[in-house]
């Protein structure tokens, strides 16, 4: 038992200092949505999109949305985009 609880609290410890900030979930965003349209790349759209999204931290992972649609997940120092959807 002794084993597992160090187990849980250093792989905690480790969330914890590993969680993505909000630079990086905004860089990955600006990235992502360059690559999925080249058009929106060239207009910059993805730098207005990282601009206009809210960072939200639990500690050990975090998120961003943009109006109140999250839009990107992080932990681990690793930013994941869903996808994003095209409105159909």
Do not use: W
């Not at 038992?1 to 993505?20: D, H, R, S, Y």
């Not at 999204?53 to 120092?77: M, P, Q, W």
């Amino acid at each position: 038992m002794t084993k597992f609880l160090i187990a849980v609290l250093v792989l905690l410890g480790v969330a914890l200092a590993t969680n993505p900030g909000a630079d990086s979930h905004r860089a990955k965003l600006k990235a992502e949505i360059a690559e999925r349209s080249q058009i929106a790349g060239v207009l910059g759209l993805g730098g207005l999109a990282a601009l206009v999204s809210t960072y939200y931290t639990l500690g050990v992972a975090s998120y961003t949305t943009i109006n109140d649609k999250v839009v990107s997940y992080g932990a681990f120092g690793l930013v994941v985009i869903p996808d994003l959807g095209n409105g159909r």
